[in-house]
């Protein structure tokens, strides 16, 4: 047994005051992170384990205590144990949305995810909140260009075509900020989501949360990197969102025609971002599995991109360098 493994059993242990129960693996994610389940007089419990030194429990803490005071489905802090990165969670159980949605209830799913959202927006408090500003904008961007172009393809690109690849960047990120300011989850899509009987969704994966453009977690939603869905499909969801948020005075004075358009381009600023974190999953910490999903990211820009002249450089860029790339790679690599 792990060093870190029997710590977390002696922490356990000690906050039961009896002998810890069977501790179960569940999965890993994208970080450093690592869960299990455990089950204590009947009762399932989520164990959260971020080592301190590579992961700050403190933002899932704060995060998770907004969400379930303006009432949505997330996880309830069981206890914890901040200095040695443990948290003992409640269980919102093992289906994600991912999984569900090919079952033939998606737009249930969706429903209930639109709603959530909505409500996420409107009450949760975004004070001492991260700003999701310029600089944060532009760093997301630059993985594109460092982690997916540089690293991934070793395209070279002319400074010329650098500089307009970074006017696009300013366009992207001057709508975003335009955009009114709302709490932003920052990764709310199908496998961040969980099925459940009661409240649903249940929500995950909220640590790094901001306050931020209000389409942003929208467009991780209905544009989501491991799903795609038809175009008039999303433009249903996205417009039913927008009558709710009409409704609720979180947009207000914006036409539906301006909202599209933040729409359209928080998107490409997102994949943009996603495609780079893909890329760095692989060559900073050897997962390999998000490849498979960089050419749908990808596909998002070319689609959108084309709609919008003042985007061309980047449009062309993804269409007939990037994206053919990424797929003659990952043709390669079966």
């Known amino acids: 047994m792990s060093d870190r493994l029997n710590a977390l059993e002696n922490w356990l242990q000690a906050y039961l005051g009896k002998a810890a129960p069977q501790i179960v693996p569940i999965t890993n994610d994208a970080s450093f992170r690592r869960y299990f389940r455990v089950t204590v007089d009947g009762i399932s419990y989520v164990i959260m384990d971020a080592p301190p030194d590579k992961e700050n429990c403190l933002p899932f803490v704060d995060i998770a205590q907004r969400l379930y005071a303006s009432g949505l489905n997330a996880p309830k802090i069981v206890a914890s144990h901040l200095e040695q990165g443990f948290l003992l969670l409640s269980d919102l159980g093992s289906q994600l949305y991912l999984s569900a949605l090919n079952e033939g209830q998606f737009e249930n799913l969706y429903a209930d995810a639109l709603n959530a959202l909505v409500l996420m927006q409107?009450?949760?408090d975004t004070q001492g909140l991260p700003l999701y500003d310029h600089g944060l904008l532009h760093n997301e961007m630059d993985l594109f260009t460092n982690w997916l172009v540089d690293k991934h393809l070793n395209l070279s690109l002319s400074q010329t075509e650098r500089a307009s690849l970074e006017s696009c960047f300013e366009l992207l990120s001057a709508s975003a900020l335009s955009q009114p300011q709302v709490f932003v989850h920052r990764d709310y899509h199908s496998r961040n989501l969980m099925v459940v009987p009661q409240q649903n969704p249940g929500i995950l994966d909220f640590?790094?949360?901001?306050?931020?453009?209000?389409t942003y977690d929208l467009v991780s939603l209905l544009r989501d990197c491991y799903i795609a869905w038809p175009l008039n499909r999303v433009k249903e969801w996205a417009g039913h969102y927008y009558t709710q948020t009409q409704q609720a005075g979180i947009l207000k004075n914006v036409d539906e025609g301006q909202f599209?358009?933040?729409?359209?381009?928080?998107g490409i600023q997102r994949h943009l971002k996603a495609s780079g974190i893909f890329a760095r999953l692989y060559h900073r910490d050897g997962k390999s599995g998000y490849l498979k999903d960089i050419p749908r990211t990808l596909n998002y820009i070319v689609e959108v991109g084309a709609n919008y002249p003042e985007l061309a450089v980047l449009h062309k860029l993804v269409s007939q360098q990037v994206l053919p790339a990424c797929q003659q790679k990952l043709a390669e690599s079966v």
């Open 122 to 124: 409107k009450n949760v």
């Open 207 to 214: 640590q790094d949360a901001v306050k931020g453009p209000v």
């Open 260 to 266: 599209f358009h933040w729409f359209d381009w928080m």
